[in-house]
């Protein structure tokens, strides 16, 4: 292995890349069924990690496209960036329908002004 050359470790590593990315983005579409179909508000969702994550694959695909140019690094990262942009998104359209179907606890309740 010693005496490989360096463009087979580069492809290796290329390979790898490619593999592990194909495989992730099979993995949000159980997350997007799992938070689509959340009743609660997608509690167990952290919006922060989830959100980060989509900043860290917008700035990959802004490094990609602007920094070195190389289409492959741009395609895996808008698909990283959908993947984790959807998750967010269901995720916050939840929480903000919960939140909105709750009842106002009566000590944060404004007090009536008129007559009725």
Same mark, same amino acid.
């Given at each position: 292995?010693?005496?490989?050359?360096?463009?087979?470790?580069?492809?290796?590593?290329?390979?790898?890349?490619?593999?592990?990315?194909?495989?992730?983005?099979?993995?949000? !579409?159980?997350?997007?069924?799992?938070?689509? $179909?959340? /009743?609660?508000? %997608? @509690?167990?969702?952290?919006?922060?990690?989830?959100?980060?994550?989509?900043?860290?694959?917008?700035?990959?695909?802004?490094?990609?496209?602007?920094?070195?140019?190389?289409?492959?690094?741009?395609?895996?990262?808008?698909?990283?960036?959908?993947?984790?942009? !959807?998750?967010?998104?269901?995720?916050?359209? $939840?929480? /903000?329908?919960? %939140? @909105?179907?709750?009842?106002?606890?009566?000590?944060?309740?404004?007090?009536?002004?008129?007559?009725?």
């Amino acid at each position: 292995m010693k005496n490989l050359p360096p463009d087979f470790w580069l492809a290796a590593i290329g390979w790898a890349y490619l593999l592990t990315n194909a495989c992730r983005v099979l993995t949000y !579409v159980p997350q997007i069924v799992v938070v689509w $179909r959340c /009743r609660d508000g %997608a @509690q167990s969702i952290s919006l922060t990690t989830w959100g980060s994550w989509s900043v860290s694959h917008l700035t990959a695909l802004l490094y990609g496209t602007l920094v070195v140019a190389d289409a492959f690094l741009v395609a895996v990262s808008l698909i990283n960036l959908a993947g984790c942009g !959807v998750v967010t998104w269901i995720a916050y359209r $939840r929480r /903000r329908a919960h %939140a @909105q179907m709750q009842p106002v606890p009566e000590a944060m309740r404004r007090p009536r002004t008129d007559s009725a």
